[in-house]
T-cell receptor, first 115, second 117 residues
Framework: KAGVTQTPRYLIKTRGQQVTLSCSPI?????VSWYQQTPGQGLQFLFE???????NKGNFPGRFSGRQFSNSRSEMNVSTLELGDSALYLC??????????????FGEGSRLTVL | AQTVTQSQPEMSVQEAETVTLSCTYD???????LFWYKQPPSRQMILVIR??????QNATENRFSVNFQKAAKSFSLKISDSQLGDTAMYFC??????????????FGKGITLSVRP
């Protein structure tokens, strides 16, 4: 079974631009969540999508948005990039059906550098 | 809101020895999961071990075991017979237990573990 796939793996943007990151979950997984990882703040929850609906949202400004498609693939978008948005963005998927084990399966991440 | 605290930023252990990583958490919830995740350098994060809060028995997975003290809100990870491949960042994480609806993890800051040959 293929794992969680994130694209692109690396990207460089300049302040004020926008960026879209993509995540393909493990086949059969219906939940996709996104996390931001920085040396200073650690791992912070951005949002979670299940069946194309945002189910949970973290404490991030409205510049951060996401969506999920009918095939469970998800994208997140960051508009008007700031230097502080430089981070590793991790996507995770889970079956999220019934009382599952709670385990999240992570992708390798998209490393965003904002200049 | 939940918080997870890992107070040791770095640890080092000799190969084949045992090391314990500490984690404390704070929550008003009664039903939840606790996890230890491992993030090797430049590689994806993977689950090491999981504990359901309603289970009194400590979880074990081969060389990895936890000491779960619910009343003290403590959740430490013991790695026995440390191997070079255990070198990684380790994150303690908390998840509320909701039937069929939750994938939000609250992570600690992480601890960098180095295994010396």
């Amino acid at each position: 079974k293929a794992g969680v796939t994130q694209t692109p793996r690396y990207l460089i943007k300049t302040r004020g631009q926008q960026v879209t990151l993509s995540c393909s979950p493990i086949s059969g997984h219906r939940s996709v969540s996104w996390y931001q990882q920085t040396p200073g703040q650690g791992l912070q929850f951005l949002f979670e999508y299940f069946s194309e609906t945002q189910r949970n949202k973290g404490n991030f400004p409205g510049r951060f948005s996401g969506r999920q498609f009918s095939n469970s693939r998800s994208e997140m978008n960051v508009s008007t990039l700031e230097l502080g948005d430089s981070a590793l963005y991790l996507c995770a998927s889970s079956p999220s059906v019934g009382r599952d084990t709670g385990e999240l399966f992570f992708g390798e991440g998209s490393r965003l550098t904002v200049l | 809101a939940q918080t997870v605290t890992q107070s040791q930023p770095e640890m080092s252990v000799q190969e084949a020895e045992t090391v314990t990583l500490s984690c404390t958490y704070d929550t008003s919830e009664n039903n939840y999961y606790l996890f230890w995740y491992k993030q090797p350098p430049s590689r994806q994060m993977i689950l090491v071990i999981r504990q359901e809060a309603y289970k009194q028995q400590n979880a074990t997975e081969n060389r990895f075991s936890v000491n779960f003290q619910k009343a003290a809100k403590s959740f430490s990870l013991k790695i026995s017979d440390s191997q070079l491949g255990d070198t990684a960042m380790y994150f303690c994480a908390f998840m509320k237990l909701l039937t069929g609806a939750n994938s939000k993890l609250t992570f600690g800051k992480g601890i960098t573990l180095s295994v010396r040959p």
